[in-house]
């Protein structure tokens, strides 16, 4: 199996230009989630999604971001418009399980800097 | 919500063993797992424990599991320069899993 594969892997961009990360999870995996790793706060969960539906956004900082899934096997994340303390990796994983057990298979990462 | 803590950096020998600690909130917890995150990439699974075991021995990896104390460990046996990472302590219970800052281990030739 490829794993899950995210895109872009570096992407730099000005404030309030828009982003948009992309996501493709395992095959066959029944969840997917996004994280945002930085020095200061760690791995945060932003969202996750259950057979495509989402089910908790509760780590989503602001309406400037939005995540979507509209199939099984392709999630975006979107940040409109960015800032420069969005500059994180975000990372996407996916599970063979719903929700709260079970292993996660994490992508590569894309690391936004935001100028 | 959980918390879960760990110390931030560790540094060994070569050869030496290596232990990882980790504290957490939620005594709901029923699943804690180390991750391990090599420069640039994502996280990998090391191991995990089901809450209701004490110990688990994977080759050169052992976890022990103070469920009284939330006090979860990671011992590495004759810790290699190709360890050098950093490990997350993971748990889950009635949330998805919460990630532990990460421990940055250093192992020194």
């Known amino acids: 199996d490829a794993g899950v594969i995210q895109s872009p892997r570096h992407e730099v961009t000005e404030m309030g230009q828009e982003v948009t990360l992309r996501c493709k999870p395992i095959?066959?995996?029944?969840?997917l989630f996004w994280y945002r790793q930085t020095m200061m706060r760690g791995l945060e969960l932003l969202i996750y999604?259950?057979?495509?539906?989402?089910?908790?956004d509760s780590g989503m900082p602001e309406d400037r971001f939005s995540a979507k899934m509209p199939n099984a096997s392709f999630s975006t994340l979107k940040i409109q418009p960015s800032e420069p303390r969005d500059s994180a990796v975000y990372f996407c994983a996916s599970s063979p399980k719903q929700g709260n057990t079970g292993e996660l298979f994490f992508g590569e990462g894309s690391r936004l800097t935001v100028l | 919500g959980e918390d879960v803590e760990q110390s931030l950096f560790l540094s060994v020998r070569e050869g030496d063993s290596s232990v990882i600690n980790c504290t957490y909130t939620?005594?709901?917890?029923?699943?804690l797992y180390w991750y391990k995150q090599e420069p640039g990439a994502g996280l990998q699974l090391l191991t995990y424990i089901f809450s209701n075991m004490d110990m688990k021995q994977d080759q050169r990896l052992t976890v022990l599991l103070n469920k009284k104390d939330k006090h979860l460990s990671l011992r590495i046996a004759d810790t290699q320069t190709g360890d050098s990472a950093i490990y997350f302590c993971a748990v889950s219970g009635n949330t998805p899993l919460v990630f532990g800052k990460g421990t940055r281990l250093s192992v020194i030739a």
């Open positions: 999604f259950n057979n495509n539906v989402p089910i908790d």
């Open positions: 095959s066959g995996h029944n969840s």
């Open positions: 939620d005594s709901s917890s029923t699943y």
